[in-house]
């Protein structure tokens, strides 16, 4: 589904690691949140909360060319970037406890990897819901696997393959859990080491 010139567009260290495995796992998670994205059809505007340079965005973008999406990131060079490379995108420079007024409606947000990062992913999941989208899709690292995952790779080995920036570690049942406070859960799934859902508001 993406080739290896779609992972060479962008920076991101990530994208950049040419290692088969991790490209792979990558190529799956994509596939396995596009297929949730079918299902949340009918979808005409999608925002992505933590867009980053935009590799999910872009990609879903250009296989949607009548889509509307907006993407939001905190770091300004990573929107710069997006714009470069996907200039149909619009982008804003936001904090996800301070989305604010965005153009929406939005039928659809995506939050990939973003509120294991979060001090308050409650309240993230809060202000994610106050764009009143139609359906979300959301993803974070499963636990514990992610962490054993960067130990086996030799990262992060003296945080026991915990990285740095992550602050909440959720399993299946945990994030479902975090989801039904405040969401109606369609259905939850994995793509290792990652989780995957999609939900719609109560």
Not at 17 to 27: A, F, S
Request: with cysteine.
């Amino acid at each position: 589904m993406i080739d290896d010139a779609y992972f060479d567009r962008f920076t991101t260290q990530k994208y950049r690691v040419r290692n088969p495995v991790q490209r792979l796992l990558i190529r799956r998670f994509v596939t396995r949140l596009h297929g949730l994205f079918e299902r949340a059809e009918p979808v005409q505007s999608v925002l992505e909360v933590g867009v980053g340079e935009g590799f999910l965005s872009g990609f879903l973008s250009e296989k949607y060319p009548d889509k509307r999406f907006t993407g939001v990131d905190l770091r300004a060079e990573d929107l710069a970037a997006l714009r470069e490379k996907f200039p149909r995108i619009a982008t804003a420079e936001r904090n996800i406890y301070a989305l604010g007024e965005l153009p929406g409606p939005f039928d659809l947000v995506i939050c990939a990897e973003v509120l294991e990062h979060v001090d308050e992913p409650e309240r993230g999941l809060e202000q994610l819901l106050a764009q009143r989208p139609k359906q979300l899709i959301l993803t974070v690292p499963h636990e514990p696997w992610f962490m054993l995952s960067n130990l086996a790779r030799g990262k992060n080995l003296r945080r026991l393959g915990n990285d740095v920036e992550h602050v909440n570690h959720f399993t299946v049942r945990s994030f479902a859990r975090l989801l039904r406070t405040r969401c109606v859960v369609e259905e939850v799934t994995t793509s290792y080491p990652w989780i995957l859902a999609r939900a719609r508001p109560r």
